[in-house]
C-alpha cells in the first residue's frame, strides 16, 4: 500500500488546515494509521494515531485539543483536522502505517509541509 498524504500549506496563527492521507488501496490490512511531524535539525514526532477497524483517536500532549484524526474507509483515507494553529506547528507532516499495535510503522507516505507564519 502506497501512502499519498495532501493538503498542506500556509495559515496565518490561529487559522485551520485538514490534511488527508490517501491509501493506493484498502488499508484495512493495517491496524492504524498516525501522523508524525518533523522540522529542520529535529527528530520526527508523534502527533495522531487512530486505529482503522474502530476509529480510536491517540494524540501527543503538543497537539491534543486543537487537532482531530479521523478515517473515512471507504476512500482509504485518514485525515488531520488542524485548528488554533501557532508557528511551532509548522513543519513536513506525514502519515504512515503499521500493522499491529507492536509493530514500527513501516509504511510511510511523502511529507506535505504545513507553514503558520503571519
Known amino acids: 500500500v502506497q501512502l499519498q498524504a495532501s493538503g498542506g500549506g500556509v495559515v496565518q496563527p490561529g487559522g485551520s488546515l485538514k490534511l488527508s492521507c490517501v491509501g493506493s488501496?484498502?488499508?484495512?490490512?493495517?491496524?492504524?494509521v498516525a501522523w508524525f511531524r518533523q522540522t529542520p535539525g529535529k527528530e520526527r514526532e508523534f502527533a495522531a494515531h487512530?486505529?482503522?477497524?474502530?476509529?480510536?483517536?491517540s494524540y501527543s500532549d503538543s497537539v491534543k485539543g486543537r487537532f482531530t484524526i479521523s478515517r473515512e474507509r471507504a476512500k482509504n483515507t485518514v485525515y488531520l483536522q488542524m485548528s488554533n494553529l501557532k508557528p511551532e506547528d509548522t513543519a513536513i507532516y506525514y502519515c504512515?502505517?503499521?500493522?499491529?499495535?507492536?509493530?514500527?510503522?513501516?509504511?510511510w507516505g511523502q511529507g506535505t509541509q504545513v507553514t503558520v507564519s503571519s
Open positions: 504512515a502505517a503499521r500493522s499491529s499495535a507492536a509493530s514500527s510503522y513501516n509504511n
Open positions: 488501496r484498502s488499508t484495512s490490512y493495517y491496524y492504524g
Open positions: 487512530i486505529t482503522w477497524n474502530l476509529g480510536t483517536p
